[in-house]
């Protein structure tokens, strides 16, 4: 090859290099031009985001407000009709036909159903809000039982239906809110005892691995059907049947026990079927422990076991 030839194909080669280089950074120069609009759009997205946000917790924050206030005005004239009810039903101002006394027996019984929903209104503004703590103590398995045996006594109303609340011998003493577990077990005791019309309900509570506790609720009640069972926990969620229908609620009290398990670091659950009955858990640890993971009570007492 001669001389000329060589200096040809370099400045060609050359060339081609030069042309490839160019549109190297041609490429270079629109990926960052598209990089640089990407960059806006996300930055807009953000703000957008922000706004967004901002706008929910301050629609949040004007709901709770709401809900606190509408709760605690209706609180007062409830407890009046309530208290008017009972003083009429004691024949304190004189003696009651039979029909005054079911009319005003069922006025009684809807300020008290009416006093209820305001409470869980109340609760679950107060939970959305943040402005409920966790008051963790230690208690044990006999006084929460015997306290909800107290509490439901005078309220089994119906002879076909009994309520039974398992010994649980071998649960150790717990560190959370019982007042709080209290209520979750209130609202599913209630529930049983609403939506069975015969048979039994029946309360335990078994020991899990891994330091937890489920406390169960079981009945023999008209159960529910397996496409409300998604939903059975989230606000103003009702079951469709004509028991539910003459039971009348917001259908907050599911959702607010599900919240205020969270907030002890637990879970809620549920199995049912129709004409067969339900049973609804809580499952939390037996030490509530804080945001951090740390023991919320550092000077822990040693672990026993009680018999009844």
């Known amino acids: 090859m001669r001389p000329n030839d060589d200096t040809t194909d370099l400045r060609q080669e050359n060339e081609k290099l030069r042309r490839e280089v160019e549109r190297y950074f041609q490429e270079v120069d629109q990926l960052r031009t598209e990089l640089a609009q990407t960059n806006l759009c996300v930055v807009a997205l953000y703000a957008e985001l922000d706004t967004q946000a901002q706008a929910l917790r301050e629609a949040t924050e004007l709901k709770s407000r709401f809900l606190s206030y509408m709760s605690h005005e209706f609180r007062t004239p409830l407890s009046s009709i309530r208290s008017i009810a009972r003083i009429l039903l004691d024949r304190m101002d004189g003696p009651l036909t039979e029909e005054q006394e079911k009319q005003i027996t069922f ?14 209104l ?5 939970v959305e809000a943040g402005r409920i703590n966790i008051a963790a103590e230690w208690f044990e398995m006999v006084d929460l039982f015997a306290a909800l045996r107290g509490i439901f006594k005078p309220l089994l109303i119906n002879p076909a239906v009994s309520l039974f609340l398992e010994e649980a011998n071998d649960i150790p003493r717990i560190y959370g809110d019982h007042k709080k577990l209290s209520q979750i077990l209130r609202n599913y005791i209630s529930n049983a005892l609403k939506f069975t019309k015969e048979g039994e309900v029946r309360v335990s509570a078994r020991l899990l691995p891994e330091e937890k506790v489920v406390f ?3 009945d023999t009640g008209i159960g529910i059907a397996k496409e409300y069972h998604q939903a059975i926990f989230q606000d103003f969620a009702q079951v469709d049947s004509p028991l539910q ?3 009348r609620g917001t259908g907050l009290g599911l959702s607010l026990s599900k919240k205020l398990t969270e907030l002890m670091g637990g879970s809620v659950s549920m199995t049912s079927e129709p004409n067969v ?3 609804f858990s809580v499952t939390i640890p037996i030490r509530f422990t804080g945001p951090t993971g740390e023991d919320a009570n550092a000077q822990k007492p040693p672990m026993e076991f009680h018999a009844r």
């Open 107 to 120: 006025i009684r019984g809807a300020a008290v159903e009416l006093t209820e929903m305001v409470d869980d």
């Open 245 to 247: 229908k003459k039971w």
């Open 277 to 279: 009955g339900s049973t």
């Open 122 to 126: 109340l609760d679950l503004a107060k």
């Open 216 to 218: 169960s609720v079981a």
